[in-house]
């Protein structure tokens, strides 16, 4: 499991205070702010509940977009949830 073994070696990457959601952001993710606000609740509580966040410059898009469906399927979270809170670092990782 290949993003298992980057979100082990990027433990020096987390981040205890992951940008906050602004409109610069909004516009330069192409998402809305409200949606983006959402994301950002998602990713502290639920991904933050379970382990160090990663900054969302520390990984690729391509490998958010990997290392995203599995550790929200192994958190619960629904499908919505999983789609904020992709925005919100793809957005953060854009700004």
Excluded: F
Excluded at 40 to 68: F, K, N, R
Excluded at 77 to 92: G, M, N, P, S
């Amino acid at each position: 499991m290949p993003w298992l073994m980057t979100c082990v070696l990027l433990g020096c990457a987390a981040s205890k205070s992951p940008p906050v959601p602004t409109a610069a952001m909004a516009a330069a993710g192409g998402v809305p702010l409200k949606t983006l606000q959402q994301g950002h609740a998602v990713y502290l509580t639920q991904c933050g509940g379970c382990h160090e966040l990663i900054a969302p410059d520390a990984l690729e898009i391509s490998d958010w977009h990997l290392v995203m469906p599995g550790m929200c399927w192994n958190a619960g979270l629904t499908r919505a949830d999983e789609a904020l809170a992709l925005k919100y670092v793809l957005a953060a990782k854009s700004r």
